[in-house]
């Protein structure tokens, strides 16, 4: 029971050391909740977790290790993947922020579901979290660990995820936040659209 536990604690470290790291997932709940699109922020963070959820068991049941080799499979989710966030990169750089005088409007959508749906898309189309979860499943869970194991390693992993993002959406999607966002709204944008789409870009890159 102690060694199930020493395996459960550190994948799930391991787990939330790369889940808080920066990335495409977490700029685009910068974008979205700060301005003031906090239900799609929300919506994303559930996309993100179920997303990652998925790669999880994939990797558990062996089927993510397929994936990673079979080249033009990797190939299309990797190329898929980069252009849907130089979209969203551009989608950026093209919104018009409302004056400061008028009620914040937000970007990109407005609704949890659309939200779910993007944070969804961006978490499946970057087989970067594919490799992610098989270093670590290669490397803190034996292949022989028990099922219940797994299955604590793979829910527990779906819930930091939820944490640090529903955390992030919360907080940046508050008033101080939003009064900051409009009135530096072109710049953050533009920064944050430039991530983005420098992630797709790379994304892109990587693969010829």
Request: charged share 10%; proline share 4%; with cysteine.
């Amino acid at each position: 029971m102690n060694q199930d536990l020493a395996i459960i604690l550190t994948a799930l470290m391991i787990y939330a050391a790369g889940t808080i790291s920066p990335g495409p997932s977490f700029t685009l709940i910068v974008r979205l909740a700060a301005s003031g699109a906090r239900s799609a922020a929300l919506g994303a963070t559930v996309g993100f977790s179920v997303g990652a959820a998925t790669y999880a068991t994939l990797t558990m049941t062996g089927f993510a290790l397929i994936i990673t080799q079979v080249g033009w499979l990797m190939t299309s989710i990797q190329v898929a993947g980069g252009c849907y966030l130089i979209y969203l990169g551009l989608s950026a750089w093209m919104s018009k922020p409302a004056a400061l005088d008028e009620a914040p409007e937000p970007v990109l959508t407005r609704g949890a579901k659309k939200g779910f749906q993007m944070g969804l898309i961006v978490e499946l189309s970057n087989p970067k979290s594919i490799a992610f979860f098989v270093s670590i499943f290669a490397v803190a869970v034996p292949p022989d660990a028990a099922l219940w194991v797994k299955t604590t390693i793979i829910v527990g992993g779906f819930l930091v995820d939820l944490a640090w993002y529903g955390l992030a959406a919360t907080l940046l999607s508050t008033r101080p936040v939003q009064n900051v966002y409009r009135k530096f709204a072109v710049f953050i944008d533009r920064a944050l659209g430039t991530v983005l789409a420098v992630f797709g870009l790379r994304l892109i890159a990587e693969r010829f």
